[in-house]
């Protein structure tokens, strides 16, 4: 079945979270989702009241993150913020794992807050995403948080906050965000009822098509409009959408938001 417009909107989570949005500019992109009709909005913690508002009524789900963006908060803060996020009316919950502990191979704090956040959000009718932030982690992490995903039963796994930057060698700091061979890795690992989201780096089009492919369901973008209108103009046009996978257009990639 070709692929439609409306099956690309609603794989988009539009990405209203860097420090420096206004309630001006949050309000301005909610109306943008709206527009769209995307998958959702996932927005800062304070902001989910304003847009439950703004998208009431609508196909646009309110998201918002927890422990973000470097998963460090105390287990009980991480919950303490899911269930004032769903009680303001967010119904999709993107945390941050505490990578500190994964790094430090202490798997048990790792599924033991994985499985008391997503215990608060299901009380609170949302639904996890898992952040791992696999810039900072060997394929073999990645694994053993997908087994723990998978024996909690969390809705998504996901690759990124989209502000993870890794600190280099000469002191610069860089980031990749969702990768081709992450992603494969973790739709491989995950249970087939958990679905896989790639947050940063899904710039374009031909990205999010390249994605999609893998079996990706969810990005995280603030691309929005300018990924629907190509795909709009191509599909007036005539343009089989998944022809740009099929010819090979994306290899890599991009990094960041």
Not at 38 to 52: D, F, G, Q, R, T
Not at 132 to 144: P, T
Request: glycine content about 10%; hydrophobic content about 40%; proline content about 2%.
């Amino acid at each position: 079945m070709a692929v439609t417009l409306k099956d690309l909107a609603k794989m988009i989570d539009h990405s209203l979270l860097h420090p420096t949005m206004t309630d001006e500019i949050l309000k301005r992109e909610c109306a943008v989702a709206l527009k769209y009709d995307v998958a959702s909005v996932c927005i800062k913690p304070y902001a989910v009241k304003m847009a439950c508002e703004i998208l009431g009524g609508s196909d646009v789900k309110v998201g918002s993150v927890i422990g973000f963006p470097h998963g460090n908060g105390t287990t009980g803060i991480k919950v303490a913020e899911t269930e004032r996020a769903c009680k303001d009316g967010a119904t999709e919950i993107d945390m941050v794992i505490n990578i500190g502990k994964a790094l430090g191979g202490d798997w048990d704090y790792v599924r033991d807050e994985i499985a008391a956040i997503n215990d608060a959000g299901k009380k609170g009718g949302a639904i996890l995403k898992v952040i791992f932030e696999n810039d900072y982690l060997e394929e073999k992490e990645i694994r053993k948080l997908c087994e723990i995903c998978n024996e909690v039963k969390v809705a998504f796994v996901k690759t990124s906050s989209g502000y993870g930057f890794v600190k280099q060698d000469n002191g610069m700091y860089s980031y990749k965000g969702a990768t081709m061979p992450h992603l494969k890795l973790m739709r491989e690992m995950a249970d087939k009822d958990i679905e896989v989201k790639a947050a940063g780096g899904v710039r374009t089009l031909e990205d999010l098509l390249a994605v999609r492919a893998l079996g990706v369901t969810r990005i995280g973008a603030t691309a929005t409009a300018a990924i629907l209108d190509k795909a709009r103009k191509l599909l007036e046009e005539g343009v089989e959408l998944e022809s740009l996978v099929a010819e090979g257009a994306v290899a890599e990639l991009g990094g960041g938001y």
